[in-house]
């Protein structure tokens, strides 16, 4: 079983800047592509961002130039830097992770979920 569990969410000021973390944990032998959805109230949960296994990063129009995707294999942590925040930012953030497990010799590939960090951005 792995588990991913995000942090950084709060509250901020349009134009300012927040750092989310997203770790892993679990009986993990590999994270494969990785991705940052969010869901605003009465709205479709959409990707924000992607990276793969190798950390080729790809965004949705929305945050281009402004969030930044980047992972430490090491760590099993992913990181979404989010400056020139906007209201229209305000949701609530879901990490998501492929990841390869292995449990004695059987390896398999699941979808996973964290639990979701709020993000507002309001004066």
């Known amino acids: 079983q792995v588990q991913l569990v995000e942090s950084g969410g709060g509250l901020v000021q349009p134009g300012g800047s927040l750092r989310l973390s997203c770790a892993a944990s679990g009986s993990i032998f590999k994270i494969n592509a990785m991705g940052w959805y969010r869901q605003a109230p009465g709205k479709q949960r959409e990707l924000v961002a992607a990276?793969?296994?190798?950390?080729?990063?790809n965004y949705a129009d929305s945050v281009k130039g402004r969030f930044t995707f980047s992972r430490d294999n090491a760590k099993n942590t992913a990181y979404l830097q989010m400056n020139s925040l906007k209201p229209e930012d305000t949701a609530v953030y879901y990490c998501?992770?492929?990841?390869?497990?292995?449990?004695?010799?059987?390896?398999?590939?699941?979808?996973?979920w964290g639990q979701g960090t709020q993000v507002t951005v309001s004066s």
């Open positions: 998501n992770a492929e990841v390869t497990t292995v449990a004695g010799f059987r390896f398999q590939r699941s979808d996973y």
């Open positions: 990276i793969t296994s190798g950390g080729s990063t």
